[in-house]
């Protein structure tokens, strides 16, 4: 059985700030950003904090910063992205963490998306071969499939996934507004079933190790990722309960909207549909 849980404001500490927002709103699991999520710097972490996260049980997820495009075509931005996800990835074992979810990245500034993807196995897989089996795994995002997304659709991650030689430590994070505004019809008849037989063609079985579950404001394939609260957007609740069902023990967490208050309601939402 799956847990469920949310992304966790951490005022007051990684610790102090997670454990009490879980405790709020119910979660199970949580994701933290361990660093500002709209910069590049390296925030130091408190080693009093990563003993108290890690010695409280509650799996933990780290969502790497946005700014990171490990294809970028810019040198500037994939040297700092190489950094960025070499730090989420040392604060990951640091504090017990599962995973962290890093976006798929973008080919801009590039001619093709090969060569994109080549920058992306020389800068993913000497990362991903200094992991121990005890450190977290690096789950790939895809996209919402706007502009030039080296992976979006289910069936990108078969190349995507190429890149870093189908490395045993790359997962994968389903975001379920991105994948709906990419254009898998997840409230069609057999459209969640086909997704996840999509995804594990490409693939292979085992790769999901995260699912941040959001309703779309907007209509399957809009390319546009805006997220909404569970059964309030164009999705709806149904798709949901064939999710937790299919992926067994893979963790949900919500990116809902509403504050603490909001992810109560979506927690509460979940664990209803996992327990019918």
């Not at 999520?37 to 009093?48: F, I, L, Q, T, Y």
């Not at 800068?123 to 979006?152: N, R």
Request: with cysteine; hydrophobic share 45%; proline share 5%.
């Amino acid at each position: 059985m799956g847990l469920i849980g949310s992304h966790a404001t951490v005022t007051g500490g990684l610790a102090t700030g997670g454990l009490a927002y879980a405790a709020e709103v119910g979660a199970e699991v949580i994701q933290v950003f361990a660093s500002n999520p709209r910069g590049w710097a390296a925030g130091p972490g408190d080693a009093a904090q990563d003993r108290l996260l890690r010695e409280s049980g509650l799996p933990v997820f780290i969502h790497a910063p946005y700014l990171i495009n490990l294809g970028s075509g810019d040198p500037a931005v994939a040297s700092k992205s190489a950094s960025a996800v070499a730090h989420a990835l040392q604060r990951g074992t640091e504090i017990g963490a599962r995973g962290v979810v890093v976006h798929a990245g973008s080919a801009v500034g590039w001619a093709d998306r090969e060569q994109a993807l080549r920058q992306l196995a020389e800068i993913a897989l000497p990362l991903l071969d200094k992991l121990g089996d005890d450190d977290p795994d690096l789950l790939f995002e895809p996209m919402a499939g706007q502009g030039q997304m080296l992976c979006a659709r289910a069936e990108d991650l078969a190349p995507y996934l190429a890149a870093v030689e189908r490395h045993p430590k790359a997962g994968i994070c389903l975001d379920t507004c991105h994948m709906f505004a990419a254009g898998h019809d997840l409230t069609a008849a057999g459209g969640v079933a086909a997704m996840l037989d999509e995804l594990v063609t490409a693939a292979g079985p085992g790769r999901v190790g995260l699912v941040h579950a959001n309703d779309s404001l907007l209509g399957c394939g809009s390319k546009r990722d805006r997220h909404e609260a569970l059964g309030a957007g164009k999705i709806g609740t149904e798709p949901f309960r064939e999710l937790l069902a299919a992926l067994g023990d893979v963790p949900f967490v919500v990116e809902t909207p509403g504050g603490k208050a909001g992810h109560a309601r979506d927690i509460a939402a979940l664990k209803g549909l996992r327990a019918a």
